[in-house]
Nanobody, 120 residues
Framework: QVQLVESGGGLVQPGGSLRLSCAAS????????MVWNRQAPGKQRELVAT???????YYADSVKGRFTISRDNAQNTVSLQMNSLKPEDTAIYYC??????????????WGQGTQVTVSS
C-alpha cells in the first residue's frame, strides 16, 4: 500500500508565499515523475508542475517564474515553493506520482489535496 500526504496549504495574502510538501510512504521501490496539480472551484483540474526522477522540470505557463518544484529522492518527497501568489492561484493542490511498488506493480497514486487560498 502506498500513500501520498500533502501539507503546507493555508490562507495567504496576494504577493505572499507558501511551500507545499508531499510525502510518499509505503511499499515503494521507485518513484518516477512527481506532479503537482490543482483544481479551482468550478474549474477542471490542471497540471501545475512536474519533476522527473533526474530533476527535469516542467511548469504551466500560469506559474512559470513564480513556482518552483523540487524533490528529495532519499526521503520520497516533492515540494512546491509558491511565490508572488495571486488570487487565481486559489485551489485545492494535489500531488500525484508514478510509483513502482516492491511487488513490481506500477501505478499512479494521488494525495487527498491541500487547500490554498490567496485573499486579502
Amino acid at each position: 500500500q502506498v500513500q501520498l500526504v500533502e501539507s503546507g496549504g493555508g490562507l495567504v495574502q496576494p504577493g505572499g508565499s507558501l511551500r507545499l510538501s508531499c510525502a510518499a510512504s509505503g511499499s515503494i521501490f521507485n518513484i518516477y515523475n512527481m506532479v503537482w496539480n490543482r483544481q479551482a472551484p468550478g474549474k477542471q483540474r490542471e497540471l501545475v508542475a512536474t519533476i522527473t526522477r533526474s530533476g527535469d522540470t516542467y511548469y504551466a505557463d500560469s506559474v512559470k517564474g513564480r513556482f518552483t518544484i523540487s524533490r528529495d529522492n532519499a526521503q520520497n518527497t516533492v515540494s512546491l515553493q509558491m511565490n508572488s501568489l495571486k488570487p487565481e492561484d486559489t485551489a485545492i493542490y494535489y500531488c500525484n506520482a508514478i510509483i513502482q511498488t516492491r511487488n513490481g506493480a506500477l501505478n499512479d497514486y494521488w494525495g487527498q489535496g491541500t487547500q490554498v487560498t490567496v485573499s486579502s
